[in-house]
């Protein structure tokens, strides 16, 4: 119930909380996502299962700056069933978007049978914005919904 393992685990079947954890490398960026350009900041694949999960990412590093006046721009959660649900939308003017510096303990529910899994940012058709960052290690982890779930850190 409680115990450190201080090896490695090895089972062929494991019924129970844990699905998947692990880190992802956001890369160094600058880029302009021009308008009305649907543009992944994090994309990952997860195999279908028969139920909904969980991930958990620690933090998302971003910084926004409009390249336009006018115009709105929206963050989404898209994934392999169809879905695309609007996480947050606002418009600017030219210069830094404010408030967004990154994101933290993002939570994104991964539907029953979904493939892969994304949060991705689009401006209409009068919004140009560019995303920069610094490379940038975060971790994830995948929980059954529903489950206690876990808690990993990166060491």
């Not at 721009?73 to 947050?88: A, E, K, P």
Request: charged share 15%; with cysteine; aromatic share 10%.
């Amino acid at each position: 119930e409680n115990c450190n393992v201080l090896g490695t685990i090895y089972a062929d079947k494991i019924i129970g909380d844990i699905v998947n954890a692990g880190l992802h490398t956001f890369a160094a960026t600058s880029t302009n996502i021009v308008s009305g350009q649907l543009f992944d900041i994090f994309r990952m694949n997860v195999p279908a299962v028969s139920f909904d999960r969980y991930m958990i990412i620690s933090e998302i590093p971003f910084n926004w700056r409009a390249q336009e006046q006018g115009g709105r721009y929206n963050m989404f959660v898209r994934d392999s069933t169809g879905r695309n649900s609007n996480i947050w939308s606002g418009s600017s003017p030219l210069g830094p978007i404010e408030g967004f510096p990154s994101m933290q303990a993002v939570s994104i529910r991964i539907p029953a049978n979904a493939t892969w899994v994304a949060i991705s940012v689009q401006g209409d058709r009068r919004q140009t914005i560019m995303r920069y960052a610094v490379a940038h290690e975060s971790n994830w982890q995948v929980v059954k919904a529903g489950s206690g779930g876990i808690n990993i850190v990166a060491s």
